[in-house]
């Protein structure tokens, strides 16, 4: 892990008295103070225990991050549909863009629990948040790093690492995003380069991106990544408006018209729909940890609520139907965790597949939007105000349904993987 990442995160350590508190303090201990119930720290399995110093100070440091400087504004960016792009100076200083890169790059070179750690604290806060640090490193640096040029490399990583240069993504298609081997989006030789026409669709960051990664068709129909900077000739985005789904994260059209894109920008060890796949995979692996996250945040949210809560002269906590609905949460929160670190464990060993990687987003993800919902439901009408994080999650979580291979996708590429046959449709 980068040095200066340790060192700044001992460093924020020693300054806060709630975290030096809990460094110093052994865990045989105070076993009882580690609550599974109500602080951010639902661990039913004690998963805690399987972690590393490290990763937990990863984790608390992400943790109290979001707590103090998302948490107080998230609701309003929600309501105003805004990303709080002040926060990006603080996200780069803890070392969450491309943190799983090398250190070589200017990158946190963290181990992939960590990163899952730091995606699931970044998701307990808002989706919106953990797509931006998703879209910066699995889906734009993580291309540079792995289909680029060592100057690209040297030019992008360290930049887009301090949140200096930001990226996005283009690969859905209006007319192709479950199926992105259509794709229209082409690319053809010219004498100083390539003369890049299409258009995509919701594209994260897309309007306030320095470079974008562009799939598109060439000669034969093979697909290559471009790197298109911001100002090109040609290049022009529109931002969705009206979504009523991770508000507080910009969602973008892009259109390219006869732009010249130099020789220097192609990804030129990117060829065929495998390379954007591999960005997926790693961007759907940090959503399955994510997605914890937000379902853990309505988890306890209702708990908290439903101790409180009086009515028919009891706390709805001690109503049975009440207890059902949180012994169900837990449940599934604690499988997906313990699925998560496995997973993790087995990105680290290189041993993972990405039919592993759809079972995790593909069931972590329905059982964040069935915790918000669940949860939205226990705080009754109080639920559906901005008051309270339940309605923002779920609405949040209906996009993060939908994005980075739908549900029905992922059970098809399991279904696939099962079976031996393909059931696209093709
Ligand atoms: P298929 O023939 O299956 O595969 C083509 C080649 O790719 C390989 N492969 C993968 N490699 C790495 N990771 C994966 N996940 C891979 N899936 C497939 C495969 O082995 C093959 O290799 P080779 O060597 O034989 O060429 O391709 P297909 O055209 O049949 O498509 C399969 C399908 C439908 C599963 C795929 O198209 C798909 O996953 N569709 C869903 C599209 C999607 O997820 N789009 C996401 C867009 S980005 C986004 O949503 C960002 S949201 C960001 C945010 O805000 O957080
Ligand atoms: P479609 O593919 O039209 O699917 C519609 C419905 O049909 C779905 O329920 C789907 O599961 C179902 N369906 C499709 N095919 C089949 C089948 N064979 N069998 C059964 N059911 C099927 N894309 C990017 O490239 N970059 C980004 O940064 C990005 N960010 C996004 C941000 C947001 C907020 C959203 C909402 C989307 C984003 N996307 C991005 C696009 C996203 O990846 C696509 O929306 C997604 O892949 C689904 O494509 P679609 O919306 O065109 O739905």
């Not at 975290?19 to 599974?36: A, G, H, Q, T, V």
């Not at 028919?312 to 313990?338: C, D």
Request: net charge neutral; aromatic share 8%.
């Amino acid at each position: 892990m980068l040095k200066s990442f340790r060192l700044l995160i001992r460093q924020r350590i020693l300054r806060n008295p709630v975290l030096r508190k809990r460094n110093e303090s052994d865990r045989d201990k105070y076993p009882s103070k580690r609550s599974d119930m109500t602080t951010g720290e639902t661990d039913f399995y004690r998963i805690d225990d399987l972690l590393t110093d490290e990763e937990r100070l990863v984790r608390q440091t992400v943790r109290q991050f979001v707590r103090d400087k998302l948490e107080p504004v998230i609701a309003e960016c929600f309501e105003e549909d805004r990303f709080p792009m002040d926060l990006i100076p603080g996200l780069a200083e803890l070392g969450v863009f491309g943190a799983n890169l090398p250190e070589e790059y200017g990158c946190a070179g963290m181990n992939n629990v960590g990163y899952g750690l730091v995606m699931q604290e970044l998701e307990a806060g808002d989706s919106g948040l953990r797509s931006f640090v998703s879209v910066q490193g699995a889906l734009c640096m993580y291309p540079i790093f792995t289909f680029g040029t060592e100057a690209q490399k040297r030019r992008w990583l360290p930049e887009m690492a301090r949140g200096r240069a930001i990226g996005c993504f283009g690969l859905t298609e209006p007319n192709f995003g479950s199926n992105p081997a259509g794709m229209v989006t082409r690319a053809e030789r010219v004498k100083d380069g390539w003369l890049l026409n299409g258009a995509k669709a919701w594209i994260t960051n897309g309007s306030i991106a320095d470079v974008t990664v562009v799939w598109a068709k060439t000669k034969d129909d093979d697909i290559c990544g471009f790197l298109v900077e911001k100002g090109t000739r040609g290049f022009t985005t529109r931002d969705v408006k009206h979504k009523l789904s991770l508000r507080a994260s910009i969602t973008s059209e892009l259109a390219f018209q006869d732009c010249l894109i130099p020789e220097e920008n192609i990804l030129l060890s990117s060829g065929g729909l495998k390379s954007p796949l591999m960005c997926l995979t790693q961007a759907r692996y940090g959503i399955a940890w994510g997605a914890v996250g937000a379902a853990r945040a309505c988890y306890e949210a209702a708990v908290e609520y439903s101790k409180q809560r009086v009515q028919f002269g009891h706390p709805i906590a001690a109503f049975q139907l009440t207890q059902e609905k949180l012994v169900n949460m837990l449940t599934e929160i604690t499988k997906a965790q313990l699925v998560c670190w496995r997973l993790g464990k087995m990105k680290d060993a290189g041993t993972y597949r990405p039919q592993q990687v759809s079972m995790a987003k593909m069931n972590n993800v329905a059982m964040a939007l069935d915790c918000a919902r669940t949860a939205r439901n226990i705080l009754g009408a109080n639920g559906v105000t901005a008051e309270y994080s339940l309605m923002r999650h779920m609405c949040n979580l209906e996009s993060v349904y939908t994005y980075e291979g739908t549900n029905e996708i992922h059970k098809l590429i399991l279904g696939q993987h099962i079976t031996g046959f393909s059931a696209f449709g093709e």
